[in-house]
């Protein structure tokens, strides 16, 4: 079994900052991509920012400037550091990781139970 358990979210003024955590753990051979993803009501998720396990690193054009991707290979952890935050911004947020489970298995996506953010004034 493997979870993703993720932390971080909360409520912030416009402009402010949050770092949103994500762990996995449980039966790990491999970990590829991890990311974040988001979905806002009425809206269907989206890519916000991923990161390979040679740390290259893909965002959504909205997240360009603001937002930083980073991951521990070795702790299966990676994190998401949200600068001058946007309205637009608020939704919830969901860790992706792409997991091998053994060397046999195939990679199987995994994902956390997301998180609240909400930038309000």
């Known amino acids: 079994q493997v979870q993703l358990v993720e932390s971080g979210g909360g409520l912030v003024q416009p402009g402010g900052s949050l770092r949103l955590s994500c762990e996995a753990s449980?039966?790990?051979?491999?970990?590829?991509?991890m990311g974040w993803y988001r979905q806002a009501p009425g809206k269907q998720r989206e890519l916000v920012a991923r990161?390979?396990?040679?740390?290259?690193?893909d965002y959504a054009d909205s997240a360009k400037g603001r937002f930083t991707i980073s991951r521990d290979n070795g702790l299966y952890t990676v994190s998401l550091q949200m600068n001058s935050l946007k309205p637009e911004d608020t939704a919830v947020y969901y860790c992706?990781?792409?997991?091998?489970?053994?060397?046999?298995?195939?990679?199987?996506?995994?994902w956390g139970q997301g998180t609240q953010v909400t930038v309000s004034s």
């Open positions: 990161v390979t396990s040679a740390g290259s690193t």
């Open positions: 992706n990781s792409k997991i091998k489970a053994g060397y046999y298995d195939p990679v199987h996506d995994y």
């Open positions: 449980g039966s790990i051979f491999s970990i590829n991509a």
